[in-house]
């Protein structure tokens, strides 16, 4: 069964840092890009950021909102993807989904995600 | 960036009605937009790419239509478990972006 496994979500003061982690199973991880997407209580879909795989020289890409302070990573030998996040602010809270991303001759989208994780920055 | 306007917001329908959703683009992306179907407290479920190719498992009764700036989700007979927010999301440029989405209400 292919899945997603979103952990490392919690309560997190601002200024504070905090590293969600995905694991993966059931599809070739190395093959994907994959994805970050998180959604603040009560609001919509927000893309976080992407990384590429190893023939797209694990390139990254990330929203405005969170360039500079947030980090994704890899490992394909142990089939997980990482989210570190710095200098959070208290409008970073969210649930935070990773996501497969598919592509089939130059669409991509995302067609495998998690459950999420909470996120909750506050003093 | 570009942006993503879905309309309406929210709708109330009935079982069986045929329901429409509306997404913009800010900019032409041609056919480059997908939708989702979120659930309460669930994971967005992947529905449709390139603006009309359904995703394998989804039922017929979903269909997507348009290119350049103006798309359109159909329901065409709702059923119970269709009562969700659904989403549309362009990939044409990163940053990705998504509609605000719209939520079909009983």
């Known amino acids: 069964e292919v899945q997603l496994v979103e952990s490392g979500g919690g309560l997190v003061q601002p200024g504070g840092s905090l590293r969600l982690s995905c694991a993966a199973s059931?599809?070739?991880?190395?093959?994907?890009?994959m994805d970050w997407v998180r959604q603040a209580p009560g609001k919509g879909l927000e893309w976080v950021g992407r990384?590429?795989?190893?023939?797209?020289?694990?390139?990254?890409e990330y929203a405005a909102s969170v360039k500079g302070r947030f980090t994704i990573s890899r490992d394909d030998l142990k089939n997980s993807l990482y989210l570190q996040m710095n200098s959070l602010k208290t409008e970073d809270t969210a649930v935070y989904f990773c996501a497969r991303v598919e592509g089939r001759a130059y669409y991509y989208y995302m067609d495998v995600w998690g459950k999420g994780t909470t996120v909750t920055v506050s003093s | 960036d570009i942006q993503m306007t879905q309309s309406p917001s929210s709708l109330s329908a009935s079982v069986g009605d045929r329901v429409t959703i509306t997404c913009r683009a800010s900019q032409s992306i041609s056919n480059y937009l997908n939708w989702y179907q979120q659930k309460p407290g669930k994971a967005p479920k992947f529905l449709i790419y390139?603006?009309?190719t359904l995703q394998s498992g989804v039922p017929s009764r979903f269909g997507g239509s348009g290119s350049g700036t103006d798309f359109t989700l159909t329901i065409s007979s709702l059923q119970p478990e269709d009562f969700a927010t659904y989403y549309c999301q362009q990939s044409y440029s990163t940053p990705l972006t998504f509609g605000g989405g719209t939520k079909v209400e009983i």
């Open positions: 390139a603006a009309s």
């Open positions: 990384t590429r795989n190893k023939v797209n020289s694990y390139t990254t």
């Open positions: 059931g599809f070739t991880f190395s093959d994907h890009y």
